[in-house]
């Protein structure tokens, strides 16, 4: 079976300087992996999403993630933090290859000041 | 979003009553999920279907049931409501690719409060 660890709960940066949102994932096999973001009082939304195509993978709002399977890890970044990009970052596996479940991590605030 | 939408936004009910919860998509895929969501948690799987009539139980099924008469409806019934059940209920749809559902699509989300 598949985990998703999500190593930092909240994650606090200053406007303009890089985020780094960390996931580690547990699979038996390379698994397709996504990031969703959730702003306040939303439904969630993809950020990018990991297939196996390529192992560095660019999203939406400058976002993007690198799938390291010797470290199992899939990390999300961004160079240059904005203010609206403060929301809670999901990070989501599957939870087998054809159910279509996901498995979420608990979730990482990020809070971006001024 | 995937024209995805939720009915109510927002109930409060109390302890022991019976509360049904409508999910909606316009994109006609296959897959439709829902998941509760609670602080530190992250999102949890209540039940999902992969068709008309076919449902299976998430990790948190005791106490919900649900139906899908037709592709664009899933409804979650909470068959008496208990405080444990106040969250915020999230549907969810996929479409499939090469047979397997592919990304998920989320709605807006329902903020349920048991008393």
């Known amino acids: 079976a598949q985990s998703v660890t999500q190593l930092d709960s909240h994650v606090s940066v200053s406007e303009g300087t890089p985020v780094l949102l960390r996931c580690n994932y547990s699979s038996s096999y390379s698994p397709s992996l996504f990031w969703y973001v959730q702003h306040p009082n939303k439904g969630l939304q993809l950020l990018l999403k990991y297939t196996s195509a390529a192992t560095l993978v660019k999203g939406i709002n400058g976002f993007e993630a690198e799938f390291k399977k010797s470290e199992t890890s899939f990390h999300l970044t961004k160079p240059s933090a904005h203010m609206s990009d403060a929301a809670e970052y999901f990070c989501v596996a599957p939870f087998s290859s054809n159910t279509g479940k996901l498995i979420f991590g608990q979730g990482t605030t990020l809070q971006v000041k001024p | 979003d995937a024209g995805i939408t939720q009915s109510p936004r927002h109930k409060v009910t109390e302890t022991g009553t019976p509360v049904t919860l409508r999910c909606h998509q316009t994109e006609n895929h296959r897959y439709m999920y829902w998941y509760r969501q609670d602080p530190g948690h992250g999102l949890r799987l209540i039940h999902y279907s992969y068709g008309v009539k076919d449902t299976d139980k998430g990790e948190v099924s005791d106490g919900y049931s649900v139906s899908r008469s037709k592709t664009e409806d899933f409804l979650l019934t909470l068959e008496s409501a208990t405080s444990s059940q106040t969250s915020v209920y999230f549907c969810?749809?996929?479409?499939?690719?090469?047979?397997?559902?592919?990304?998920?699509?989320f709605g807006p989300g329902t903020r349920l409060t048991v008393l």
């Open positions: 969810a749809t996929a479409p499939t690719t090469s047979g397997s559902p592919n990304e998920q699509f």
